[in-house]
């Protein structure tokens, strides 16, 4: 859903109208109807915090993945994938909801072209994630259980094949956001036209595809993920039975840190838009006067904890990359140390030279001056004559 006016509109259901906001001959006063202080402050701070460390982290994640040679596997393409559909959320969908808690209720600001890509760009991302997440899990799935299989089924270029399939499917089912969206104008209760985006459901079709990709894009691949997982997990039991104190239990205990981290990367997708696929059902299904019965600022409470919920799916990933996997753990030290140490080269003088010899290791081989930094995977050399 998109923010401001939605599928999730309260003023919508006070009036019994799904065609206006709050209309003059209601003798509502204005002030009643701005979101409460304690709701604008609370999801604006967490909005923000929410936007600055996804923005940071979904950013490393490409980078991290680019920089260093053994993180460039057929997983690790699909962890991209997610960071740049993270990122469109984060980039297109979270200022609107800043921009709406700052303004009028149920008033969209932001023109016809926003009001139609803001629910577009969050069903599509949310799909294309969904998608991603049952790829990366059927990949451990053949890596782990079917090996030999995994040889040409894992690769990198069928991965990028996936990927590209993946947005493909995403756009063409998200699709009929596009003509659900509604951007139009209306009277509002001081008695002025204002403009307004609406994303209702108000519709058989309308409803039956709110349901549809619910189940299509939610509880279906909540089921074959736990499936896949629970076979993924028996297997790593059954190896790590066979080659205990063997060279090979080490390479199960690394398998075993992959799917761990990707089972949490599934985990918090699921518990993140749980409430946000709950609450769009069942505002499909209550009648007006449940919703109304609700009172405005209960509506509006349980309405940002949603969204909140949401967008924090677009922040997460990074912090688990590193919390759980030592190799993407080292490989962002790495990155933020080579960032550091450059920054240090650049603004550094021939006077200053010695001071960051701790940085750079001087290696005499073979008649050959080797230069090595932390920064490098390969030692850099030249040729000395003595």
């Avoid at 460390?53 to 994938?81: A, D, Q, Y």
């Avoid at 790590?240 to 992959?258: G, H, M, W, Y």
């Avoid at 838009?273 to 609700?294: C, D, K, Y």
């Avoid at 450059?342 to 001087?362: A, Y």
């Amino acid at each position: 859903m998109s923010p401001g006016e939605s599928v999730f509109n309260y003023t919508d259901y006070l009036l019994a109208d799904n065609d206006s906001v709050i209309k003059p001959d209601l003798n509502i006063d204005p002030e009643d109807l701005a979101f409460p202080t304690s709701i604008r402050i609370t999801a604006t701070f967490f909005c923000v915090v929410i936007l600055v460390l996804g923005i940071i982290g979904n950013i490393l994640v490409p980078i991290v993945v680019c920089c260093t040679k053994e993180l460039r596997n057929s997983t690790n393409l699909f962890l991209i994938n997610l960071s740049v559909a993270d990122l469109l959320v984060l980039l297109v969908c979270m200022p609107t909801v800043l921009i709406e808690l700052h303004s009028k209720p149920e008033i969209w600001v932001l023109g016809k072209g926003m009001c139609k890509a803001v629910p577009f760009v969050e069903q599509a991302v949310a799909h294309g994630s969904i998608l991603t997440i049952l790829a990366i899990s059927f990949e451990r799935y053949y890596a782990i259980c079917k090996p030999l299989k995994a040889s040409y089924k894992c690769t990198k270029i069928r991965a990028l094949v996936i990927i590209v399939l993946v947005w493909v499917v995403s756009v063409l089912t998200t699709s009929p956001m596009l003509v659900i969206a509604e951007y139009t104008h209306t009277e509002y209760v001081d008695g002025s036209t204002v403009p307004i985006c609406l994303t209702q459901a108000i519709t058989i079709w309308k409803k039956s595809y709110f349901v549809l990709i619910t189940v299509v894009f939610f509880w279906v691949p909540l089921i074959v993920l736990l499936v896949i997982y629970g076979m993924i997990s028996k297997r790593l039991v059954v190896d790590r039975i066979l080659f205990t104190s063997t060279p090979e239990n080490s390479q199960v205990l690394a398998r075993k840190q992959v799917v761990v981290m990707l089972a949490a990367v599934m985990a918090c997708f699921f518990v993140c838009l749980m409430p946000f696929r709950s609450f769009t059902i069942w505002s499909i299904a209550a009648s007006p006067e449940q919703v109304q019965s609700l009172g405005m600022e209960n509506y509006y409470v349980l309405l940002y904890f949603c969204r909140v919920m949401l967008y924090l799916n677009s922040a997460i990933n990074p912090i688990l990359y590193n919390a759980i996997s030592s190799n993407f753990r080292e490989a962002f030290v790495r990155l933020l140390q080579c960032t550091a140490s450059r920054r240090l080269l650049r603004q550094g003088t021939l006077t200053t030279t010695s001071s960051l010899n701790h940085h750079i290791k001087h290696i005499s081989l073979n008649g050959k001056k080797c230069y090595h930094t932390s920064c490098s995977v390969k030692t850099s050399c030249v040729e000395t004559h003595v």
